[in-house]
């Protein structure tokens, strides 16, 4: 027992002042813990001081007999390796994120003429995937909207130059009702199809202002010509997507490209709650469970949850709002804790 204090003892003064990630070992080689730190020798020395007094940090420390690192070039960098070996590795005392739901998304497919439609297993074909949504219902009201506007084809026809010149297909019910165009009866051609597509793709990823651009010009342009129906057609398009984006409009228009993170806790669990915010819009919603191992702060689940997140809905943007201050950073991205505005709306909006 002594050997091994003073062992800890001396990898303790040897630690660098470096940004890095930590690994606390006990006596059988298993990994009890894996951190991040800006300074490794304060952080990790921290454990081992006597203001420590949360029990289960006690607990865990008894049974380390040895430590590993791995320095980084910044804290950012720690980060993304502390989340990669977490997940790798699995250790007993980490946070645990439970999340076991299977959520939907929306593919389109990589096909000539492609279809549009809601799924739960992302196969990984070349197909494009967004979401995930955090229910059906919301995914539901995207693909309603799109089918309303810009009605694709949902049979599994092989629509090849081929086939579309033998007459190979029929026209189906689909087209007699207004759904589809039958491009396979070649009465909608590829170029149009694939605006269309277009169109739709930018609807899913709540870029709504393009799509509106491009009703209004195409409303105007039928009106000019004196084709009054086509023109009113492209209207009441128009009015379905502007009831649409009233529905969902939660800040003002500016406001685009923001995450927003929020945590809320109670005495087992923390609650990451997430929203992806695109002109004003919620076009995405998330919360994810984790339980508590340590005596984990609202920020310590937030360092956890944000880059996971972020990955799994692939976002890019480089403005995130935050509940509580995070002290780490990632290239390009500036971070916030809102305090009045419409901003501290959305961190609000995130926590009901």
Known sequence: MASNITHIQNLLKSLPSSPGVYQHIDKDGGILYIGKAKDLKKRVSSYFSKSVTSARIAVMVKKVVDIRTIL????????????????EHQPRYNINLKDDKTYPYITIKNERFPRIFGIRNVVRDGSEY??????IKSMKAVLELIKQMYPTRTCKYVLSEENIEKRKYKLCLEFHIGNCKAPCEDLQDEQDYNADIDAARKIIKGQLSDVKKRLKQTMHDHATALEFEEAQRYKEKLQALEKYTAKSTVVGYSMTNIDVFSVSMDTEYGYVNYLKIIEGAIVQSYTVEMKKKLEEDPEDFLHIAIPKIRDLFGSTSKRVFTSHQVKFELEGVEFGVP??????????????
């Open 72 to 87: 980084t070039d910044s804290e950012g960098d720690a980060l993304l390796l502390e989340n990669n070996l977490i997940k």
């Open 130 to 135: 967004y979401g995930p949504y955090p229910s």
């Open 339 to 352: 305090q009045i505005g419409e901003k501290r709306k959305l961190i609000e909006l995130s926590l009901k």
